[in-house]
């Protein structure tokens, strides 16, 4: 038995483009949803990628002055690293008022010091040259044009020049220098008698009133003189300040 269909065609067809419509229309509604959504999402993505490009300007303006003040920093460094350097190599290392302070400890009233000299040398300067270019510093000392100074790593020669009463107060003081902590490789340069007048004086109870008054008294009285034998000396000898390995 055959089913009679009594719709028209046009009616069918009809039918048929409703659903086709309807299900266009959803699926223009997901992808618009869609794009709606991507188009936050992109909009909101942008706006943080601004946010953090400001924040890495801002960064970036910050490091720029970092890095510009390191800059001036290490120039500075740089001006003080030379500036150390240089100080180094004027500074002598020594405290000459310590020196000065065990010199007087070591000398007896016997012995009045007429000269003391510090020499800078450089350390292999007196194996090379037989110590002949060694460089005086003196307080107050000039030597005109040719004067210059060792600077840098060096090591400093004594020179101790004066009179003493005789012969055995100058061995004494080398004695006295050899056992003292400041100074060592101790030699007399030389040793000789001279004769230094002073006014004529009833002879004293001991020899040390003898020199004291030869001293004290060498002057005075032009008219009324003596001589007395004294022994001139030089002695020499290196500050102990460093080591010999």
């Known amino acids: 038995m055959k089913e009679i269909d009594f719709l028209p065609e046009w009616y069918k067809s009809s039918r048929r483009r409703q659903v086709n419509y309807r299900v266009q229309y959803i699926v223009l509604g997901g992808i618009f949803a869609v794009m709606m959504v991507w188009n936050f999402v992109v909009t909101y993505s942008i706006s943080q990628a601004k946010g953090h490009i400001e924040q890495m300007a801002t960064k970036q303006t910050q490091v720029e002055k970092a890095s510009a ?11 003080f690293h030379k500036e150390e350097l240089m100080l180094d190599k004027v500074d002598s290392k020594i405290n000459v008022s310590n020196i000065l302070a065990e010199v007087s400890f070591l000398i007896n009233e016997k012995i009045v010091i007429s000269k003391l000299q510090l020499i800078s040398e450089d350390f ?38 004066g009179v003493a009463a005789n012969a055995s107060e100058v061995a004494n003081l080398i004695c006295n220098l050899e056992e003292s902590p400041y100074f060592f490789q101790v030699k007399p340069s030389y040793t000789r008698s001279a004769y230094i007048e002073t006014n004529k004086e009833p002879l004293k109870s001991s020899q040390e009133e003898l020199t004291r008054s030869a001293f004290v008294n060498a002057g005075n009285n032009p008219g009324n003189k003596e001589k007395i034998v004294v022994s001139e000396f030089e002695i020499s000898c290196y500050l102990a300040n460093y080591l010999e390995i």
């Open 69 to 79: 003040k390191l800059e001036e920093l290490k120039q500075e460094v740089g001006l």
């Open 124 to 161: 292999l300067q007196g194996l090379n040259n037989g110590q002949k270019d060694a460089v005086v510093r003196l307080a107050h000392y000039n030597n005109g044009k040719n004067d210059k100074s060792s600077i840098g790593n060096v090591r400093f020669r004594i020179l101790i020049t």
